[in-house]
């Protein structure tokens, strides 16, 4: 009796739980290598860390309500079993979670807690021993975090590939792609938020995020590419499976939407926005803390030196509408990514 | 094969099954299995090519693995492996995940949405404990089901495994299974 058991709710959980890995791991390697006064920089690290514990939040509660019992997943914390990827994702997710919530609290201004610790209830000022700086940790923090941020977005792909009776699943390379497809889906998120509430910067100076989402997607498509290539050579099982994507019930929406508005097309965006930066020989990330890019025919001043590192702002694209359709556009790929594989995988199956 | 005091297992004689699904009705009563779901089937399959037609009727259930991929991925280790090889689920720890549902090469589990979750064929393992025959075995009136400890040389499955051959489905999977469809 073949029934498709995993839905909805866990593409949806694959997703956010991917998105705030990605979110984790652009923060954290923001944090680790941004220059002290670079506020753009330190703008994304931030933003990056408040934002990381939530999407992973609420795809666990979807999971848990995905259970059979919702009630019994606490069972799932009293046991590790080292051989089931899902026992070694429930603890990662517990640990992940947990890093990225102290993490975030790092991030937060000392005036923030001081009214929040100052408004709580009388019979809740106790809680006020929690009004520490966590600021001096980011960095221990955003290292630690790191490899368990990896571990969240790789271990949903080998959740999936750990199965041998799931031809289309039964590949490393489904985790690989998860993995570069949550850190691109967590690049997007803060694009967009950047490239709609951010006033205060130009979006030339979020180039680093543009760069980083460029590899992630390049190396997703190849990833995709070794997938075919790899998976037409393997055994009847998997070359059968692949024609769910082939000519089956998912070409359409892998080929075009997938892979063509969820993936080359944000790439084209974001590299066209990308390219004039080599063209101008604009440092990557600038040695001061240049804010904003010389206006067209502005006087020379003591901030002329300054300015003189930041690229002529005539040059540059770096539109915020199309930052704002480059990332929906990944974000979309990103749900359709474990819609495609988390439905054509159960519909696969050994002959 | 592991080595073990003894390791139960099914020989099926595929060519005498008539699909009167007794079988199925049979493990249905003594394990109280909801209609709509089933612990065990008959695989129809029409071969050749009309006039020359022919029906092959093939009785499935748990292939009772000997290296169990439902039970690798449990997280909870609901999902077990008993000393004499049947598999079978724990169901106050089963959360319902139903990963173990996806790694089975045989889609041999199915999930009670009543009592969230997973059910599978445990050989009747209550019976086997009483020294009776599994309900599909015992009722079976071709005598398709030979069941019995591989590792007694006197059983019947032992020494008609020894004498016949027999097919393993989906062996490539690696799982080991266990139920022997004799040729």
Redesign the interface.
């Given at each position: 009796m073949k029934t498709i058991e995993w839905q909805y709710l866990i593409v949806s959980y694959l997703f956010l739980g991917g998105l705030s890995a990605g979110l984790y791991f652009v923060s954290a390697l923001t944090e680790l290598f941004r220059k002290d006064d670079d506020s753009a920089q330190e703008h994304i690290a931030r933003l990056g860390a408040l934002l990381a514990s939530w999407p992973v939040m609420l795809g666990c509660t979807l999971l848990v309500f995905d259970l059979g019992h919702w009630y019994r997943a606490y069972k799932l914390f009293l046991h590790f079993r080292w051989e089931s990827p899902m026992s070694i994702g429930s603890w990662l997710l517990m640990l992940f979670i947990c890093i990225s919530l102290i993490y975030a609290y790092g991030w937060t201004s000392r005036d923030g807690r001081e009214h929040f610790f100052g408004r709580l209830p009388r019979r809740l000022r106790f809680l006020g021993i929690l009004n520490v700086d966590v600021a001096p940790w980011r960095r221990p923090l955003a290292i630690a975090g790191l490899p368990v941020s990896v571990g969240v977005a790789i271990y949903t792909g080998v959740l999936l590939g750990a199965v041998q009776s799931r031809p289309f699943w039964n590949t490393n390379l489904v985790a690989q792609l998860f993995l570069f497809s949550a850190l691109s889906s967590g690049c997007a998120l803060l694009i967009l938020v950047l490239a709609m509430r951010s006033r205060k910067f130009e979006m030339y100076q979020f180039r680093s995020l543009y760069l980083l989402d460029v590899c992630f997607l390049t190396l997703e498509f190849f990833i995709v590419v070794p997938y075919f290539i790899h998976g037409e050579l393997s055994v009847e099982a998997v070359r059968e499976s692949l024609k769910l994507v082939l000519g089956g019930p998912f070409t359409m929406v892998f080929w075009v939407f997938l892979m063509g508005l969820g993936l080359v097309l944000p790439w084209a965006i974001e590299v066209r926005e990308v390219v004039p930066l080599f063209l101008t020989h604009v440092q990557l990330l600038p040695r001061m803390g240049v804010a904003t890019p010389s206006p067209a025919g502005a006087s020379v001043s003591v901030v002329s030196e300054l300015s003189a590192l930041a690229p002529p702002a005539n040059k540059l694209h770096f539109s915020r509408g199309w930052a704002v359709a480059a990332a929906l556009l990944v974000l979309v790929g990103g749900v359709l990514v474990r819609y495609i594989f988390v439905f054509a995988g159960q519909m696969s199956a050994i002959r | 094969m592991a080595m073990r005091t003894k390791r139960y297992a099914l020989a099926i004689d595929a060519k005498k099954c008539i699909d009167c699904k007794a079988c199925v009705v049979a493990c249905r009563a003594e394990n109280g299995v909801p209609l709509g779901?089933?612990r065990n089937?008959i695989n129809e399959e029409l071969r050749g090519d009309w006039p020359k037609l022919m029906e092959v009727f093939e009785p499935e259930q748990c292939h009772h693995c000997e290296a169990p991929?439902c039970v690798?991925?449990?997280?909870?280790?609901a999902s077990y492996q008993r000393a004499d090889g049947v598999v079978a689920v724990n169901p106050s720890?089963?959360?319902?995940?139903?990963?173990c549902?996806?790694?089975?090469?045989y889609?041999a589990r199915?999930?009670?949405?009543d009592?969230?979750?997973?059910e599978k064929c445990d050989l009747c393992a209550h019976r086997l404990d009483r020294g009776e025959l599994p309900a599909c075995v015992e009722t079976c009136p071709s005598k398709v089901r030979i069941f019995g400890d591989l590792n007694d040389p006197t059983s019947e499955i032992h020494q008609i495994l020894e004498k016949r051959q027999y097919r393993l489905k989906?062996r490539?999977?690696?799982?080991g299974p266990q139920i022997y469809y004799l040729l």
């Open positions: - | 779901k089933s089937w991929a690798r991925v449990c997280p909870t280790g720890e089963c959360v319902g995940c139903r990963y549902m996806i790694a089975c090469p889609d199915f999930f009670r949405e009592l969230g979750v997973v989906k490539e999977a690696g799982t």
